[in-house]
C-alpha cells in the first residue's frame, strides 16, 4: 500500500479553527506528522489555543510548532508565545495558562507545552 502524505485533519477545520485564533504554523509537514501520530491532541488543541490566545492577548505571537531535542530522539508540540518586549512577569503568565489546561491533557497521547524561546516574533505567516 503506498505511503500517504499525513494530514492535519480531513475537513481541514482544524487549520481553521487555529487561524482564527492567529495561531501561526511554520511547519506544517512536522506538525501533521506529529498529530497524526497524537490524533487526540488534534481534539484539544483549538480550545488551548483559544485560551492562549485569551490570556496573552493580541501582542503575543502564538506559533504552533513540532520541537525536536537535537541531543536525544525526542520531539513534543509547542505553541511558542514570542513578544517583542517580555515583562518581568511574563513566564508566570505562561505558566498560569498551562496550569489551565495540564488536568485535560492527562492520559493523552503526546506531549504539548506552552512556553516561550524568547525570540523576536516571526511575523504573520499563517500557513
Not at 22 to 41: C, F, N, R, W
Not at 58 to 77: A, I, N
Not at 89 to 110: C, I, K, P
Request: glycine share 4%; with cysteine.
Amino acid at each position: 500500500m503506498p505511503a500517504t502524505a499525513p494530514r492535519i485533519d480531513t475537513s481541514q477545520d482544524f487549520v481553521r479553527r487555529l487561524c482564527e485564533h492567529d495561531i501561526i504554523m511554520p511547519e506544517t509537514a512536522d506538525l501533521a506528522a506529529y498529530l497524526s501520530a497524537h490524533e487526540q491532541l488534534t481534539t484539544l488543541l483549538p480550545g488551548i489555543c483559544l485560551e492562549a490566545r485569551q490570556a496573552l492577548g493580541r501582542d503575543v505571537e502564538l506559533s504552533l510548532e513540532v520541537y525536536k531535542d537535537p541531543e536525544v530522539d525526542d520531539q513534543y508540540l509547542t505553541l511558542y508565545a514570542r513578544k517583542e518586549r517580555y515583562e518581568p512577569d511574563f513566564l508566570e503568565r505562561l505558566q498560569a495558562v498551562n496550569d489551565r489546561f495540564s488536568q485535560r491533557l492527562e492520559g493523552v497521547l503526546g506531549y504539548f507545552l506552552l512556553a516561550t524561546d524568547f525570540a523576536r516574533p516571526r511575523g504573520s505567516h499563517v500557513i
